[in-house]
C-alpha cells in the first residue's frame, strides 16, 4: 500500500477551496463577458449557487455547509483569482448569508429553504425604518448593491425610528438593524459605470415603505447567534474584511499568472529575448510575489489563531479582532500593488481594456475603496494595538 502524505501544517491552516476546478475554468473563460454585461451572468450564478457556495456561512441545521474561516478564505480565493467579479459577488452573497445564524428559525428557513437560494444587500446603514405594530416600515437607497440582480431576497440596514425619533442604544449610538426584504419589494437602479469590479452589476437598490416583520431584522451589535458553533463566535465583520482580502488575493494570484504567461511568450521591441529573461522583470516579479505570500502569511496566521480561541469557546478579544482586520487590509492593499506591478511589466499589451491585466489592475483598486478595507481601518486598528479608547463596533 502507498504510503499518503502528510499534509503540512501550513497546508492544514490555509485551508481548502470547495470551488470545483471545472466551474473555475469556466469562470475565467467568461470573465470578458462578465465584465461586458456589467453583471453576473445568471446561469453562471445559479451554477455558483448548486455548487453550494453561497451557502458557506449557513448553519448546517439549515442545510448550510457552515464552514471554517480558512475554508471560506481560500474559496473565495480561487474565485477571485479565475475573475475578481465573480468572486465578489459570492463573496457578498455569502457573508450577507451569515445572518442566517441570527434570524429566528421561522424566517431563516422560509429564506433558505431553496438550497439555490442568493442573497445580497448592503450592510451600510443608509435607510430607515419606523416601527409600526409589529413591522418597521423601510424606505431608503443603497449604493454598491452588488450581485443583486440574480437575489431573491436583499437586506439593507437601516436607522430605527420611533415615534419620528431614533432610537438610541444604551451607550448613546443610534439604533440600526438589518432589515431583510423580498426581491419584488425592492428596486433595481442601474448605476454601476465603475473603474473596475464591472461585473459585479453593483448599482443602488431602493426601498419605498416596504414592510418587514421586527423579528426578520438583525443586527451584529445587540443580537446574538441564534445557533451555536465556532463560526458564529468568530467576528462578523472580520469575516466580511476576510471575504473581500481573499478576493483581492485571489486577483493578485490571476496577475502574476497573467505576467508570467505573457512573459515567456512577449519580446521586447526590437530585442531576441522574452520578458521572462529579462533580469529587471525577473526581479519584480520575485519581490511580487514575496511581498504578496508574506502580506497572505499574515492573514492565514491570525485567521488560525482566531479560530483557536473561537474553538475552544471563548470570545474574541479586541486585539486579536483588530489584528484580523489589519491583516485583512494589509493583504488587499498589497494585492493591490502587486496588480499594478504586473500591469507595468506588460508594457503596452496592459493598456486595452481587452487585456486581462488591464481587468486585474482595474478590479484591484475597486477592492481597495470598500469601507472594511480601506485606509481609516488601519488607524482604528492602530488606536488598538496603541492601548488607545476606541469605538471598535465595527471591528
Not at 431584522?217 to 463566535?233: E, M, Q, V
Request: some cysteine.
Amino acid at each position: 500500500m502507498t504510503e499518503q502524505p502528510t499534509p503540512s501544517p501550513s497546508r492544514e491552516r490555509e485551508g481548502r477551496s470547495l470551488a470545483p476546478a471545472a466551474l473555475l475554468a469556466t469562470i475565467a473563460t467568461r470573465a470578458p463577458d462578465t465584465e461586458a454585461a456589467r453583471r453576473l451572468p445568471a446561469d453562471l450564478a445559479a451554477e455558483l449557487a448548486q455548487a453550494g457556495l453561497f451557502r458557506m456561512l449557513v448553519p448546517r441545521a439549515l442545510g448550510g455547509s457552515e464552514t471554517d474561516v480558512a475554508t471560506m478564505f481560500a474559496t473565495l480565493e480561487t474565485l477571485g483569482r479565475a475573475d475578481a467579479a465573480t468572486g465578489w459577488c459570492v463573496m457578498i452573497g455569502g457573508t450577507t448569508a451569515l445572518l442566517s445564524a441570527w434570524l429566528p428559525d421561522e424566517h431563516a428557513r422560509t429564506i433558505w429553504a431553496d438550497p439555490h437560494v442568493i442573497t445580497g444587500g448592503v450592510f451600510a446603514p443608509m435607510g430607515k425604518a419606523a416601527v409600526d405594530g409589529d413591522d418597521y416600515v423601510v424606505s431608503g437607497r443603497w449604493p454598491w448593491a452588488s450581485g443583486s440582480a440574480n437575489c431573491s431576497w436583499l437586506l439593507g440596514g437601516a436607522l430605527i425610528l420611533e415615534d419620528g425619533k431614533p432610537r438610541r442604544l444604551a451607550n448613546g449610538a443610534p439604533d440600526h438593524r438589518m432589515m431583510v426584504m423580498r426581491r419584488a419589494d425592492v428596486e433595481l437602479i442601474d448605476t454601476w459605470d465603475a473603474l473596475g469590479m464591472r461585473g459585479t452589476g453593483s448599482g443602488d437598490m431602493a426601498a419605498r415603505d416596504v414592510r418587514v416583520p421586527q423579528d426578520r431584522s438583525a443586527s451584529f451589535f445587540t443580537d446574538t447567534p441564534r445557533h451555536d458553533g465556532p463560526l458564529y463566535r468568530f467576528a462578523p465583520f472580520g469575516l466580511l474584511a476576510l471575504g473581500i482580502a481573499a478576493v483581492a488575493s485571489g486577483n493578485a494570484l490571476g496577475a502574476l499568472d497573467d505576467l508570467k504567461a505573457l512573459a515567456s511568450a512577449k519580446k521586447g521591441q526590437g530585442s531576441s529575448r522574452s520578458l521572462a529573461e529579462r533580469s529587471v522583470v525577473q526581479a519584480d516579479f520575485a519581490v511580487a510575489q514575496a511581498d504578496l505570500d508574506a502580506a497572505r502569511a499574515l492573514v492565514h496566521s491570525e485567521v488560525a489563531s482566531a479560530w483557536a480561541t473561537v474553538l475552544a469557546g471563548d470570545p474574541l478579544d479586541l486585539p486579536t479582532r483588530a489584528r484580523l482586520r489589519l491583516a485583512a487590509t494589509r493583504l488587499t492593499q498589497v494585492s493591490a500593488r502587486v496588480a499594478a506591478k504586473m500591469h507595468e511589466l506588460a508594457g503596452g499589451s496592459s493598456v486595452y481594456a481587452s487585456h486581462p491585466l488591464n481587468r486585474r489592475f482595474r478590479d484591484a483598486h475597486v477592492a481597495t475603496q470598500h469601507v472594511m478595507v480601506a485606509p481609516p481601518t488601519l488607524e482604528l486598528a492602530g488606536r488598538v494595538l496603541l492601548g488607545l479608547e476606541t469605538d471598535a463596533m465595527l471591528l
